[in-house]
Structure formats: structure tokens, C-alpha cells
């Protein structure tokens, strides 16, 4: 299965969308993921059989911003537009060490948008604000998970 994008992006569609900032997000996006290509170099494998895969690129909203001109609240409605829509998706987040977490945003490929809505009209649309990134990492602990069983206990004993 091959994922790298290939050909030009539906440009005309995302202008239908009538948001603010939604072509300029969705081109530079394009641009990224068009130039990650990730290929599968295992040997003696068929094509159909390769698992090359890209369409993939990293930015943070504040980013996208400064790189476009535009600002943060218009490039966010632009980016929810596209996620309503199927265009892109978000994959994660990616921390940084400077402040903002980075997106990895997912652009969809033309062939797969019907499959995409499709998937969204059951599943729901994806949500920009409900990835998070867990400030403190809380660990739990493990007795806490189970309770003490002595039937359990006393098998293992005889048992063992």
C-alpha cells in the first residue's frame, strides 16, 4: 500500500469551502506532505506488497501563522474548515522543546477524500483542541489495579 502523495491538490475544492486562510493552510500543507516520501528500501518484496508511505507534515498552528502572514485564529478556523471537511488530519503531537507541541498533520489524498467524509459522517469529525499533550505524566500504581485475591494466592503457593 503506497501513501505518498502524488499529483496536483484539489485546490478548487478547498476554495468551495469559503474560509478564510483555508487555501493558503491546505498549499503549504500540500507542499510538506508532498515532500515526505518515506520509502520501504526491504528487498525481494512486490510492489503491491511495499509499504511506502509519506503525507505527512509538522507544524504548529503558530507557525503556519508566521509562515503565511495570517493569524492564529485564522489559520485554526482554516485548519477545523479542513478537518471538517476531510482535507487533512491530524495524527498527533509532537513536543518540542521550545513551547508549542507540533501537529503532525496527515493531507489526505484525492483518491481517498470520498473515503475520508465517508469515515467522518460515522465516526464524527476529528477535534483540533482534544489532542493534548499530558503536562505531568502520572503513573500509576500497579496494586492499585488489581485487588489482592487469596484464592489466587494460596493456588500459587501449592502450586509452585
Not at 515532500?35 to 509499504?51: E, F, N, P, V, Y
Not at 509538522?58 to 485564529?73: D, H, P, Q
Not at 464524527?124 to 505531568?136: A, F, I, N, W, Y
Amino acid at each position: 500500500m503506497t501513501v505518498i502523495i502524488k499529483g496536483p491538490p484539489p485546490i478548487r475544492a478547498v476554495a468551495s469551502l469559503r474560509q478564510n486562510g483555508c487555501i493558503q493552510v491546505y498549499a503549504l500543507l500540500w507542499e510538506s506532505a508532498y515532500m515526505d516520501t518515506r520509502i520501504d528500501k526491504r528487498r525481494k518484496i512486490s510492489k503491491k506488497d511495499r509499504r511506502d508511505c509519506g503525507g505527512a507534515s509538522e507544524w504548529s498552528i503558530k507557525a503556519l501563522a508566521g509562515t503565511l502572514s495570517l493569524g492564529e485564529r485564522t489559520v485554526r478556523n482554516a485548519v477545523k474548515t479542513l478537518l471538517e471537511y476531510g482535507f487533512i488530519s491530524v495524527d498527533g503531537l509532537i513536543p518540542t522543546g521550545k513551547g508549542s507541541p507540533k501537529r503532525l498533520f496527515r493531507v489526505t489524498p484525492p483518491s481517498e477524500l470520498d473515503n475520508r467524509r465517508a469515515a467522518i459522517s460515522v465516526m464524527g469529525t476529528e477535534s483540533l483542541d482534544s489532542c493534548h499533550l499530558p503536562r505531568t505524566q502520572e503513573f500509576l500504581d500497579p496494586s492499585d489495579l488489581f485487588e489482592e485475591d487469596s484464592d489466587f494466592n494460596d493456588f500459587l503457593e501449592i502450586t509452585f
